[in-house]
């Protein structure tokens, strides 16, 4: 199946441009390409706790240099989703600069006095403190709100719990389960897609996971493109109910179609 022309990029980052912080190969070509095609793009993360100041600081230690405007996270994406559902609200926020920064730069006061919301994204210092008092407050009757469903994450010392475990704690607590507002969710994908102004049919999400990037891209309306350098390997591909448009074995196969 061959694409449909592409007017605007959207590509996921940890599986697709780098592992950790290793690029890979062909990410930086990629990303020149897409420059210098003049096309609207926007490199997607789940990732919640850093601004997208820091990640362009990250990626561009890689070799990979993406102008901060061109990433979208999963905590800017949740501040966006707040805005529009009670604008100038309040939270108690268990997570790190990427979203409290985001939460403030839309107008949200942070408190843990009868708060709106208990917005949970990722933190590399879980606190238990935080999570019980995040506990008493959803219980109380704060709307619970994860920036993603990730059950764990990678470091250099192997495995870490991230959102969606900590989330899992928290309902078990309370019997409330959050809205997740990252991939899977394609709302992360329409979000990006009016950051840009740029239009579903001729868009295209490139990913690693079929569970994550390709499902949100698909229900969004998205053209679809997998790659195998991250979560899911080719014999798994069949396993799934649902196609990515295309199959590549990395991003550097991509940098001729921008």
Known sequence: MTLRPVETWLTDMDGVLVHEEVPIPGAKEFIEALKGSGRRFLVLTNNSIFTP??????LLGSGIDV??????TSALA?????????PDGT?????E???????HDIGYVMTDRDPDYVVLGETRTYSFEAITKAIRLVAAGARFIATNPD?????QQGMLPATGSVAALISTATGHSPYFVGKPNPLMMRSALNRIEAHSETTVMVGDRM????ISGLEAGLQTCLVLTGSTQRGQVERFPYRPTRVFDSIADLVDLV
Request: aromatic share 8%; proline share 5%; glycine share 8%.
């Open 78 to 86: 949740t501040a966006q989703f707040l805005a529009d559902q009670r």
């Open 91 to 95: 939270a108690y926020v268990v997570g």
């Open 97 to 103: 600069a990427g979203l409290t920064t985001a939460l």
């Open 67 to 72: 102008p901060e405007e061109a990433i979208w």
């Open 151 to 155: 059950a764990s994450g990678p470091s």
């Open 211 to 214: 569970d994550t990037d390709i």
């Open 53 to 58: 100041r820091d990640l362009r600081a990250r």
